[in-house]
């Protein structure tokens, strides 16, 4: 039995014997991964031939931190794992950024590193530094290999990690030494099919049975959701119970989508109205952080139902009525089941709820009716609101949209549409800057037959904008537009506003960006006058069609404009 196993290893092989990145490379190709991002390094080079032996696509970045963001990216759109190799020393500490990213988004992320050779460990070797102490607050797992033959068993371990309970990002460094070993195909500790479990845990019944009791009776009922639904493959369920029940619905960070932008139980605009005033509130995988105001603006006699995988999640800032800690689509399947028992009487078609709903579009259309004008502005420098319109008119309904700025992409996810699951990604909780190059890489090789659209401030595109080069010397065609108010807008307001001057917040509106995007193999153009942008975005476009290479519009926007400080109502 011995003699078979050792002789389908290296049949499996075609070798009797690999070095160390062809372990990695198998791993990764064993749990399905079909492309990692990568900046060139060294101190990783087995990984690169193991991955071209085993078919997986290498793509690189300009930057470790965006090779990061790229796996993140592809994660948030695929919702399988993403994974970034980045090089020692520097290479991890430029990739920092982009793990606490994942790790607070909850994003399932393996980054893969190199480190100097164990053979000159405490010696001064290049890039020698101690990558685990400074990753370990962010991963939920950060291990060094210490022998090539177990390299394939801690892979396995990271995606274990990586994907169990509430998802988030694995590290795992391996020495140059090990990584280029050969090593007798027989030595090697792969894990078996079957190594990692796939299934979440149900909610206990009795808890269950309460929350399906409070939805059913509700009269004012409101759900505030969130990413979980997406990682936990919650979709179908989600909308079932959306719609079984007839409960107004809002949608939060990767939420956005579960639910089409023309659902008539999908709100946006009136969500302060439905917090203060709902007698039932369902939150579903989403924290009560500053993006919901700590949850002060709920109701101080709203019941609260409050769901998640992470068992510590629930209850931050809020305490809830029931506590659901459990796998989220598991437990919406359980909430479903229990609404069908015999004896409940649900109120979804009652007066009370019809009453609900009618009130909630009416503020719905009320707010929307202040925003009109602006999205309508002729003036010149063009309004914000105005730029964010024509985008939402002109993508097609299933295009991908990346935020990647600040008050140009709050504008933008007030305005923008957004009709499937995982098909808006933003900076999320940490509020990190430079998250869209690696974001919409990751999105365009994910739906190469999709738009995707990568909304930046001017200040954002600096930090990863050499991106386009990358996209464009492998034909990887996104189409960029810079909301360019000549500033750091979300602090240079606020400055002004307290202070009377703004410091260290001002940029320069005369930046030709659209020369950089041609310079570095894409299509650039500038934009002034609103009536000029739907003209732009259609070139844009067929030029990233036709070519295959990245476009850029940068359009001027008004300077003097702040989110929430002109007749804008904020959330």
């Not at 982009?98 to 100097?116: E, H, L, T």
């Not at 008539?264 to 039932?280: G, Y």
């Not at 800690?325 to 109120?347: H, M």
């Not at 030709?512 to 500038?526: D, H």
Request: glycine fraction near 10%.
């Amino acid at each position: 039995m011995a003699k078979e196993h050792e002789q389908a290893l290296i049949a499996e092989f075609g070798a009797e014997t690999i070095h160390g990145g062809r372990l990695v490379a198998r791993m990764l190709k064993r749990e399905g991964v079909e492309v990692v991002f990568t900046l060139s390094g060294g101190h990783i080079a087995a990984i690169y031939e193991g991955c071209k032996h085993e078919g997986i696509r290498v793509v690189d970045v300009r930057h470790e931190q965006s090779a990061v963001m790229a796996a993140e990216g592809w994660a948030r759109v695929t919702g399988k794992i993403g994974v970034a190799l980045v090089t020692a020393g520097p290479g991890v500490t430029n990739a920092m950024t982009g793990i606490a990213n994942a790790f607070q988004a909850g994003s399932p992320v393996i980054i893969i590193a190199g480190r100097a050779p164990l053979s000159q460990d405490g010696m001064g070797g290049l890039q020698e530094l101690d990558h685990i102490g400074m990753v370990r607050p962010v991963t939920k797992y950060a291990r060094t290999v210490y022998e090539t033959r177990r390299i394939a068993q801690y892979v396995g371990d990271a995606f274990r990690a990586a994907l169990s309970g509430k998802p988030g990002p694995a590290f795992l460094d391996i020495p140059f030494d090990l990584l280029n070993n050969l090593i007798p195909v027989t030595d090697a500790v792969i894990p078996a099919p079957g190594y990692r479990a796939i299934y979440g845990s149900e909610a206990h019944p009795q808890i269950v049975e309460e929350a399906a009791e409070l939805l059913a009776q509700a009269e004012r009922p409101a759900i505030m959701a969130g990413g979980a639904v997406w990682w936990c493959r919650g979709v179908a369920p989600f909308r079932q119970l959306v719609e079984n029940l007839q409960i107004p619905t809002y949608l939060n960070g990767m939420g956005r989508g579960l639910l089409p932008s023309d659902h008539p139980l999908f709100f946006s605009l009136s969500r302060k109205h439905a917090l203060k005033n709902a007698d039932v509130l369902l939150i579903i995988g989403t924290p009560l952080d500053f993006r919901l105001n700590f949850g002060e603006g709920i109701g101080a006699d709203t019941k609260i139902i409050w769901m998640d995988v992470e068992p510590r999640e629930v209850g931050v800032n809020k305490s809830p009525t029931l506590a659901i800690a459990a796998d989220v689509g598991l437990a919406l399947d359980q909430i479903i089941r229990a609404l069908n028992l015999p004896g409940w009487r649900n109120k979804g078609e009652s007066n009370a709820r019809h009453d609900w709903l009618k009130t909630l579009h009416e503020n719905e259309a009320k707010q929307l009716a202040k925003d009109e004008p602006l999205m309508n502005s002729d003036a010149v420098p063009i309004h914000p609101l105005r730029l964010c319109r024509e985008i939402r008119d002109f993508l097609d309904r299933d295009a991908t949209v990346i935020g990647d700025g600040g008050d140009i992409v709050t504008f933008g996810a007030r305005v923008i549409r957004v009709n499937e699951p995982a098909h808006w990604l933003d900076p999320g909780a940490m509020g990190t800057l430079g998250v869209g190059p690696g974001y919409a890489i990751a999105a365009k090789l994910a739906r190469p037959d999709k738009q995707v659209l990568l909304l930046f401030g001017d200040g954002s595109f600096g930090l990863n904008g050499m991106d386009l080069e990358a996209m464009a010397r492998q034909n990887i065609p996104v189409v960029c537009v810079i909301g360019n108010d000549g500033a750091w807008g979300q602090i240079k307001h606020p400055q002004k506003m307290f202070f009377g001057n703004s410091i260290a917040a001002e940029l320069s509106q005369t930046v030709q960006y659209e020369k950089m995007a041609e310079g570095l193999g894409g299509y650039g153009e500038r934009v002034e006058r609103p009536e000029d942008i739907c003209p732009a975005l259609e070139r844009a476009f067929e030029f990233a069609k036709q070519r295959q290479k990245p476009a850029l519009i940068n359009v001027i926007t008004d300077p003097t404009v702040a989110y929430g400080r002109s007749s804008v109502v904020g959330l």
